[in-house]
C-alpha cells in the first residue's frame, strides 16, 4: 500500500547544524543550500531565527537567508520561535515560519524556556501575522514518542498540542521523535489515533534516527497514508535540548529506498550525495548517512 510519491523536505541546515560543535561558515552554508537548491527538493528548512544565545550555530541567519539564491518552486523556510524572530524572518523574506513546541512540558520549558499554556499565545501571534504577511505556517510538535525528561509521553498531550496548532492556522504539521525512540508498532499505534482526527495530507513526520528505526517507521507512516518526511542530508542533526538526541534520518537514505521502491521524490540521488559529500567535508568528520558511506569505500 504505497503511495506514488513522496515529499522530502530538507532540514539539514537547520535541524542538522544547530548542533553541530563547528560553526560552518556562513558562505559554506549558502553554497550548501545553492547545491541543495538544484537537486529537485521542494522545501527547504534554512535556518532558524532563535536566540543566537541558545543556538549559536546559527547566529548568522539573516546573512544566510539573504545570501541564498531563491529558485522558483522552493520553499525556504525558518524555524521561528515567538515575534522577534518573525520579525527578523521578515526582514529577510522566508516563505514561511516553522512555529515549534513540545508535547511534554519539560522538555518544552528546556528548549523553548516556557510553560506549554504560555507558549500559545506566543505562537499563535506568530501564525496569525506571518499569514496575513501570505507566508505559510508549519508547526513542529516534539516528543511525540519519548521525552528524554519525562519519558512516555500521553497522546492526548499530542493531540491538544496539535488541535491547538491547527486553530492558529498552520498549514502542516510535523510531528518529532525528537530523541529517535519510536518503533514501528509505536508510530502505528500513534497514526492510527491522530489519522482519526488528522487528514494524513497535513501530517508529515519528523525521525532522528538514534537508534536505528527511523526508516522502518517512514515505512509504517507510508503504508498509513503519510507522504512527507524530514530529512537531513548527510543524517546530520539533533536538538541539543534532548540530551543524546542524534541525526534526523538522512536524506539520501530515504531517497535511495523511495526511488528503489519506485516512489517519485523529484529528487536526484546524485546531486543530492554531492551536497551530503559538500556538508561532510566542512564538518570535516564521517557523518552518519550510510550511502555516503557506500560512496567513499566504492
Ligand atoms: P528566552 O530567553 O526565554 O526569551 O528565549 P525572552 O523572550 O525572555 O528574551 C530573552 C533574550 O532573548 C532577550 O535578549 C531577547 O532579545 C532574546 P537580551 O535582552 O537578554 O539580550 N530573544 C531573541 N533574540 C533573537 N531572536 C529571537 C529572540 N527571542 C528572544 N527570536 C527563545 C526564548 C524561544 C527565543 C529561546 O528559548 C530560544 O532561542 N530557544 C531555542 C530553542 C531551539 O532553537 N531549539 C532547537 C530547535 S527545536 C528542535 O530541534 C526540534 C525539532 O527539530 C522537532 C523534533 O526533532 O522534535 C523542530
Ligand atoms: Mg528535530
Known sequence: NWPASVTIKEVGPRDGLQNEKVFVPTEDKIAWINQMSGTGLKSIEITSFVNPKWIPALADAAEVAKGIERKPGITYSALVPNRQGLERAFEVDVDEAAVFMSASETHNQR???KSIRVTFPILREVAQEALSAGKSVRGYVSTVFGCPYEGPVSIDEVIRVAETLF???IGELSLGDTIGIANP???QGVLDILLQRFDAKKLALHFH????????????????GITTFDA???GLGGCPYAPGASGNVASEDLLYMLDEMGIRTGVNQEKLLSAARFIQE???RDLPSRNLQVGSSN
Do not use: H, P, Y
Open 167 to 169: 486553530e492558529m492556522g
Open 111 to 113: 528548549n523553548i524556556n
Open 185 to 187: 508498532k509505536q508510530v
Open 209 to 224: 534516527d538514534t537508534r536505528g528505526t527511523a526508516l522502518a517507521n517512514i515505512l509504517v507512516s507510508m503504508d498509513m
Open 282 to 284: 566542512k564538518i570535516g
Open 232 to 234: 537531513s542530508v548527510g
